[in-house]
């Protein structure tokens, strides 16, 4: 089963508007984190923001936000102010202990573009 | 400070044979966790290294094989290469075992033919 499902394949954003990028999860753990990561085209992975579990506040990094609603599972990327340098694939993971270890599972990426 | 380097950026290779890819963690990092990335998917996780030794293992065949060396490098090695083994690999450090957030190198993208 998908742990970790991001349902927009491609988005389309017009420069300097918000945009959403949604992230759901499935786990029975009490404690785990969640990850954004940018990847250009040049194929390295670009940490974006964090929320573990258990903070009560939403992870804000510069013009990165993480919308946590817990109930719900969702872990959605809020991109304010989009520029040009957006245009990437986006994803989510989320760290999950399995046989005693840490591992990051991820979801297939949703690819923005920022159109000018 | 140098970020986390792999090595080779490219690499062809055909069907039956084994490779061996390299990665350098960022200075200080003990932590080192391979991933698979096939192209138009997410990565999966192969493993990772901590303190020289295998702390986790995704679900890949006994083909791949990794190890860390007292520098904290590492190698990802694969066995009998298949054509759907051709993906980019990436290769990223930690400071520890557990942590926020790890630093991943630019990969190494394998095409096996």
């Known amino acids: 089963a998908q742990k970790i499902t991001q349902t927009q394949p491609g988005m389309f954003v017009q420069e300097k508007e918000a945009v959403t990028l949604d992230c759901t999860y499935d786990t029975s753990d009490q404690s785990y984190g969640l990850f954004w990561y940018k990847q250009p085209s040049s194929g390295e992975m670009i940490f974006l923001i964090y929320q573990g579990s258990y903070d009560e506040q939403n992870a804000t990094e510069g013009r990165y936000s993480l919308n946590f609603q817990k109930a719900r599972k969702s872990a959605n990327l809020v991109i304010s102010a989009s520029q040009l340098g957006d245009s990437a694939m986006y994803f989510c993971a989320m760290r999950e202990l399995m046989d005693s270890n840490y591992q990051l599972i991820w979801g297939a990426g949703t690819k923005l573009i920022i159109k000018p | 400070d140098a970020g986390v380097t792999q090595s080779p950026t490219h690499l062809i290779k055909t069907r039956g044979q084994h490779v061996t890819l390299r990665c350098s963690p960022i200075s200080g990092h003990k932590s080192v966790s391979w991933y698979q990335q096939v192209l138009g998917q997410g990565p999966q996780f192969i493993f990772q290294?901590?303190?020289?030794?295998?702390?986790g293992r995704g679900n890949f065949p006994d083909r791949f094989s990794a190890r860390q060396f007292p520098n904290y490098s590492s190698e990802l090695n694969v066995n009998a290469l298949l054509l759907g083994d051709s993906a980019l690999y990436l290769c990223?450090?930690?400071?520890?075992?557990?942590?926020?957030?790890?630093?991943f190198g630019p990969g190494t993208r394998l095409t096996v033919t």
């Open positions: 990223a450090s930690s400071p520890d075992r557990v942590d926020y957030e790890q630093y």
């Open positions: 290294y901590y303190e020289k030794e295998e702390r």
